[in-house]
């Protein structure tokens, strides 16, 4: 049985910092891909970074040298390290699993998704 949970959101000032976490259980890395979407206000849900770990990551330009996705094998966690926040950042974030191998960033890809954790970030 596959369970995600994501924490972390919370609200900061233009230019900080937040580091969001998504708890696992079911999953093995070795099979899986796992993803950060995001669905700001009024728009559609996108992927905002994506990881497997024989095949890479995927960063939306948006976010490019900016966010970081990683895995922690042991805890069965995927944290998503949010750098030099703006406000079109502002987004319920969700965490998702897919079994294979190909860090997607399409949605049908992954069969698992937790809830949503509110970043919002203004001055």
């Known amino acids: 049985d596959v369970q995600l949970q994501a924490s972390g959101g919370g609200v900061v000032p233009p230019g900080r910092s937040l580091e969001l976490s998504c708890a696992t259980s079911g999953v093995t890395f070795d099979d899986y891909a796992v993803g950060w979407f995001r669905r700001a206000p009024g728009k559609e849900r996108e992927a905002v970074s994506c990881i497997s770990q024989s095949r890479g990551t995927y960063y939306a330009d948006s976010v490019k040298g900016r966010f970081t996705i990683s895995i922690d094998n042991a805890k069965k966690m995927v944290y998503l390290r949010m750098n030099n926040l703006k406000p079109e950042d502002t987004a319920v974030y969700y965490c998702?699993?897919?079994?294979?191998?190909?860090?997607?960033?399409?949605?049908?890809?992954?069969?698992?998704w937790g809830q949503g954790t509110l970043v919002t970030v203004s001055s």
């Open positions: 998702a699993a897919g079994l294979g191998s190909f860090p997607s960033r399409y949605e049908g890809y992954y069969q698992y």
